[in-house]
C-alpha cells in the first residue's frame, strides 16, 4: 500500500473554498442582520408616525365637533342658515373619515411592526405551505 505525501495542494485549495464559504456565508449573514434591522427601525418609525398623525386627526375630530354643535345651536336659535349647518356637517364627515383612516393607519402600522418582530407571519410564508 503506498501513501502520497504529497496530493497536489489538493488539500489547500480545499481548504480556501471552505474559508471562502464560510467567509461568503458570514457576509451573507451579516447583510441579512442588516436587513432585518433596518426594516424593524422602519416598522418603528411608521408606528410613531402612525400614532401621532392619530393623536392629529383626533384634536382635528373633536374642534370639528365642537363647530358643529355650535353651528347646530346657532341655526336653532335663528341666528345661522342652512347652507352653514351644511358645510359644517360636511367638514365633520370629512374629518371623522380622516380620522378613520389614521386609526387604520395605525392598526396597519402595529401589525407590521409585530410581523418584524417575529410576533406574525405572511400567510404565503407560513409552517403549513410547502415549498
Known amino acids: 500500500m503506498t501513501v502520497p505525501i504529497i496530493d497536489g495542494q489538493k488539500s489547500k485549495l480545499q481548504q480556501k473554498q471552505y474559508e471562502e464559504l464560510i467567509q461568503s456565508t458570514h457576509y ?7 436587513s432585518i434591522y433596518q426594516e424593524v427601525v422602519e416598522a418603528q418609525n411608521d408606528w410613531e408616525k402612525s400614532l401621532a398623525l392619530e393623536k392629529s386627526r383626533k384634536q382635528q375630530l373633536d374642534q370639528s365637533t365642537r363647530e358643529l354643535a355650535i353651528t347646530r345651536l346657532m341655526y336653532q336659535e ?8 351644511l358645510r359644517a356637517q360636511v367638514e365633520n364627515q370629512r374629518v371623522q373619515t380622516e380620522y378613520l383612516a ?13 410581523r ?3 410576533g406574525y407571519s405572511h400567510p404565503e410564508s407560513g409552517p403549513d405551505k410547502e415549498s
Open 78 to 85: 335663528g341666528m345661522g342658515n342652512q347652507l352653514d349647518l
Open 102 to 114: 389614521a386609526i387604520r393607519d395605525v392598526y396597519k402600522s402595529l401589525a407590521e411592526l409585530k
Open 28 to 34: 451573507n449573514i451579516q447583510a441579512k442582520e442588516t
Open 116 to 118: 418584524v418582530a417575529g
